[in-house]
């Protein structure tokens, strides 16, 4: 097959799975404030019309970057046509309403809707996803913006398909966001001046849309060093006068793309404001509350990030199981010294169904891991939004689980995508089959919007420590409940066990690690990202099994979809035995850690 052909096979059957028969969204989220009318029914057929969307529209533009990427000239950079062609299918479908609320003529769709249809269009084309942050600003805007500010900005974000941006890297601060050196001075009224140099800002420039809104950080006048001086700025491309309508360019212009790896379709760039023209911005509700205010952004940034990796392995794991059943080769290994058995495909193969097995069940669990946040996210919503006094615990447990989605499904996703190339054998290597492009596409999810150990220090250092523990421990002592409990009876016994085992492991993890504290902080440093996988792979686990314990009572009634719910049952008891073990051994590996790796000269390296 072709990269350039239709390359995308949707598990549309494991995103209603997890929506409607284990999350149940029908009764708890949809129709009820503060989300629109969508009922099941209806968001059942939006799903399935939009994956025939993605598959058929998004997917076919997939590689086209590959052989004509973006081109930057005078300022201005293009992008193949095929990528502007499929984003105009998206938007024609009015897809970029879903997650808009109501009152600006949207859906009105609960955020577990809104990250399934994220998946499948990330899933037919990464690139593409990500020009459609404008809608996302649009909700920022309409959040924590001034009313003048809404009524400047909104209709038109909307109405004309405008582009966004969030822009913090700088050259020579990169992570450490507190390092950054653009300056912010006022001029009159509530407009500001922006002096600087961005880098690596996702869809910074392209001719996408006519407009594109820049969320920027940077640090007003006389403000104190570090994350707490920064202030967050609207600019736009080009200026947005009071009434709405557009105005002259403004002084923010793309001066260098990057060359890249993989994810070619999107728009890396450089972007410099305010060198030779005023680069012009508002003052995001007037508060000076910028990196608070950003995090509203980097948060649904990080969740896109992990549910982009999660779709992709899913769509690589597709690939390859559709290779191994054409794929002839070999005879059956119980006939390896018969010369005449007749060749099979590659899926008969134990190796092969063991590569293959281990795809499905990581990429059911990461599936299940992003679309139980997001309903966490959900309730947050129904209880006042983030941040909001009543919405406290399951924000906090939303905070908790972002860099598990973030972290484990970006790191696992890039280890498996190289399975799926490796059941194609040689021939996954050509660009002749899409998992190349794949593995290339989905690197950059362990580095950008936080690297793994960002995330691994965000978890344990912020997240874990902020309530003593209590949101963390509350979160196990539901895998307790259900590793003690009875669910699916005898069938699943061996698995409630082998959950139970893996809790206590972690927890041994866990209350090693703090000792070890009292040592050195450097323990954190060097065990966080084991402990990070190890807090997911439980996760994932106690999913699975609740998965299985719902796939058990659904064979009963619904025996026509039996072949999928056999393969649940197959996912989870795969994952709890050849996953779960491990947390055992990676307890160890933090009881035995040492901080002799810090004491080895650098010139020894």
């Known amino acids: 097959m072709s990269s350039s052909a239709n390359h995308y096979v949707p598990n549309l059957r494991d995103i209603e799975f997890n929506l409607f028969e284990f999350l149940d969204i029908g009764r708890t989220s949809l129709g009820r404030a503060p989300f629109g009318d969508l009922d099941e029914t209806a968001a059942r057929q939006m799903l399935q ?65 809104g990250w399934a249809a994220f998946e499948l269009m990330v899933g037919a084309n990464a690139s593409l996803a990500f020009y459609t942050l404008g809608n996302l600003l649009a909700r920022i805007i309409d959040r924590l913006g001034t009313d003048a500010q809404k009524k400047r900005f909104l209709p038109h974000m909307l109405e004309k398909r405008w582009g966004g941006t969030m822009v913090l890297t700088e ?51 006389g403000a104190p060093p570090g994350t707490k001086g920064l202030s967050l700025f609207v600019v736009p491309k080009f200026w947005v006068n009071e009434d709405g309508s557009q105005g002259e360019r403004n002084g923010v212009v793309c001066t260098k793309l990057e060359k890249k790896m993989g994810l070619k379709g999107s728009v890396t760039c450089e972007l410099t404001f305010g060198d030779g023209q005023p680069s012009r911005g508002l003052l995001l509700g007037e508060v000076h509350d910028g990196i608070r205010q950003m995090f509203y952004i980097i948060e649904q940034a990080r969740m896109a990030v992990g549910v982009k990796s999660m779709a992709t392995l899913s769509a690589g794991y597709q690939r390859a199981l559709a290779f191994s059943k054409d794929r002839l080769q070999g005879a059956d290994l119980l006939q390896a010294r018969n010369k005449l058995a007749p060749r099979v495909p590659i899926f008969q193969h134990p190796d092969v169904r063991r590569m293959l097995m281990a795809q499905k069940a990581h990429a059911e669990g990461m599936r299940a891991l992003c679309l139980y946040t997001a309903s966490v996210q959900d309730g947050v919503e129904m209880k006042g939004g983030h941040r909001a006094t009543e919405a406290g615990e399951l924000d906090t447990l939303n905070d908790m689980l972002l860099p598990l989605v973030k972290g484990y499904c970006s790191e ?159 996912s989870a008891r795969w994952y709890c035995a050849e996953v779960l073990p491990g947390l055992a051994h990676a307890a160890r590996m933090v009881e035995a850690g040492t901080l002799d790796l810090m004491d080895v000269p650098e010139e020894s390296y």
């Open 412 to 570: 696992k996703a890039f280890e498996l995508l190289a399975v799926a190339l490796q059941v194609h054998g040689g021939s996954g290597y050509l660009q002749d089959y899409p998992v190349e492009q794949y593995l290339r596409d989905q690197k950059i999810d362990t580095l950008y919007e936080g690297t793994t150990h960002i995330q691994a220090l965000d978890l344990l250092m912020r997240k874990v420590a902020k309530d003593g523990g209590a949101t963390l421990q509350g979160l196990l002592s539901q895998v307790r409940e259900t590793a003690e409990g009875d669910l699916g009876g005898g069938e699943l016994q061996t698995e409630r066990a082998t959950l139970g085992k893996a809790l206590g492991d972690l927890e041994t993890m866990l209350g090693t690690l703090m000792g070890k504290l009292g040592e050195s902080v450097y323990h954190v440093g060097l065990q966080g990202n084991r402990v990070l996988a190890s807090v997911a792979e439980l996760v994932i686990g106690w999913l699975l099994v609740r998965h299985a314990g719902v796939a058990l009572e659904r064979m009963k009634s619904n025996p026509g979809d039996r072949a999928f719910y056999v393969g649940k049952l197959a």
């Open 171 to 221: 050259p020579d601060a990169g992570s450490d966001v507190g390092a950054a050196r653009t300056k912010a001075r006022p001029v009159g009224g509530d407009v500001w001046e922006i002096e600087g140099v961005k880098r690596f800002i996702t869809n910074g420039d392209s001719d996408m849309s006519e407009n594109i809104i820049h969320m920027v950080l940077a640090r007003p006048e």
């Open 49 to 113: 019309a939009f994956a025939v969307l993605c598959a058929n529209e998004l997917a076919p533009s997939f590689d086209e970057a590959e052989h004509t990427p973006p081109k930057l000239e005078n300022g201005e950079v293009t992008l193949p046509p095929g990528l502007k062609k499929s984003m105009g299918a998206f938007f024609d479908a009015g897809m970029h309403l879903l997650e808009q609320p109501p009152h600006l003529g949207g859906m009105g769709a609960p955020p577990s809707l």
